[in-house]
């Protein structure tokens, strides 16, 4: 059975850095893309960063490009967020997902399997 883990999240000034980390199991990592998404009280869920199977592709939302930074360590299982100049703006509960393609997809439908999320709180 997948299963996807977060970890990580918290409350930081604005302007600070966090990493969350998502440990996967119950299917092999290394096959599938990954995403990471987040939504705020009052908002859909919105796409964040994405990442190919090997890591050798990346995208991210135009919000984020620059400040996050998407990565993975398939020998771990685990793909990693990075957030750096972190804004009000960016609080929000953040999931990772696993991707149902093979290619990097942006559009929740796409992804089948999620995790239960970690709250990020930047606060001014």
């Known amino acids: 059975q997948v299963h996807l883990e977060e970890s990580g999240g918290g409350l930081v000034q604005a302007g600070g850095s966090l990493r969350i980390s998502c440990v996967a199991s119950?299917?092999?990592?290394?096959?599938?893309?990954m995403g990471w998404f987040r939504q705020a009280p009052g908002k859909e869920r919105e796409f964040v960063a994405a990442?190919?199977?090997?890591?050798?592709?990346?995208y991210y939302a135009d919000s984020v490009k620059g400040r996050f930074t998407i990565s993975r360590d398939n020998a771990k299982n685990t793909l990693y967020l990075q957030m750096n100049s972190l804004t009000p703006e960016d609080t929000a509960v953040y999931y990772c997902?696993?991707?149902?393609?093979?290619?990097?997809?942006?559009?929740?439908?796409?992804?089948?399997?999620w995790g239960q999320g970690t709250q990020v709180t930047v606060s001014s």
């Open positions: 119950g299917h092999t990592f290394s096959s599938y893309a």
């Open positions: 997902a696993r991707s149902s393609r093979t290619g990097i997809e942006v559009t929740t439908q796409t992804y089948d399997y």
């Open positions: 990442i190919s199977w090997i890591g050798h592709y990346r």
